[in-house]
């Protein structure tokens, strides 16, 4: 089993930045690649970015390139989501979520190649 938790999460004027975390245990985290979603109330969960094993290759949603960086620590079991120029869109939960690199060797923005979930973490970016 694998278990993630997210963090960082919080409160943030438009403009602003946060940076949410994402740690694993249970498994070896470099065999699988690793995404954010986050759902916003009323709506369903969305793709933000995803990131490959290795760390060597992203991808971002076209609401959030430019302004989110995803990174990953392989030795920490660690990945990150860097989110500057925060806008009230974005407000949500994020979800962090693992997506086995044996089954799936390409990054991936659907959510059903995404095994493992954590329990998500509040964003909100007041105007």
């Known amino acids: 089993q694998v278990h993630l938790v997210e963090s960082g999460g919080g409160l943030v004027e438009a403009g602003g930045s946060l940076r949410l975390s994402c740690a694993a245990s249970g498994r070896i985290f470099s065999g699988y690649h690793m995404g954010w979603f986050r759902q916003a109330p009323g709506k369903e969960r969305d793709f933000v970015a995803a990131?490959?094993?290795?760390?060597?290759?992203?991808l971002y949603s076209d609401s959030v390139k430019g302004r989110f960086t995803i990174s990953r620590d392989n030795a920490k079991n660690t990945a990150y989501l860097q989110m500057n120029s925060l806008k009230p869109e974005d407000t949500a939960v994020y979800y962090c979520?693992?997506?086995?690199?044996?089954?799936?060797?390409?990054?991936?923005?659907?959510?059903?190649?995404?095994?493992?979930w954590g329990q998500g973490t509040q964003v909100t970016v007041s105007s």
């Open positions: 979520a693992l997506s086995p690199r044996a089954l799936f060797p390409a990054i991936a923005t659907l959510a059903n190649r995404y095994d493992y």
């Open positions: 990131i490959s094993w290795s760390g060597g290759s992203a």
